[in-house]
């Protein structure tokens, strides 16, 4: 994968930690529904769609969890 554009922010920067922690629930819905589409189709033989995977993961969590600390 290629990425058109990579953003450095400074941790000194006003908003790194909101940035920071929209970034890791980006990453963890990504994952969410990467393992929803895996299991669906190598179990079920269904490929989700768009539309079935929003409903699927609609009312989930991705935050992060409190447990974790991050620096």
Same mark, same amino acid.
């Given at each position: 994968m290629k990425r058109a554009e990579q953003?450095? !922010?400074e941790r000194t920067h006003? %908003?790194?930690r909101a940035i920071d922690?929209? +970034? %890791?629930a980006s $990453? =963890? %819905?990504? =994952?969410? +529904? =990467?393992?929803q589409v895996r299991q669906s189709f190598l179990f079920q033989h269904i490929y989700l769609d768009n539309t079935a995977l929003f409903h699927? !993961? $609609?009312?989930t969590d +991705?935050?992060?969890r409190p447990s974790r600390q991050r620096r």
């Open positions: 953003h450095v !922010i006003p %908003l790194f922690q929209m +970034a %890791l $990453k =963890n %819905l990504w =994952n969410l +529904a =990467n393992y699927r !993961i $609609k009312h +991705a935050r992060p």
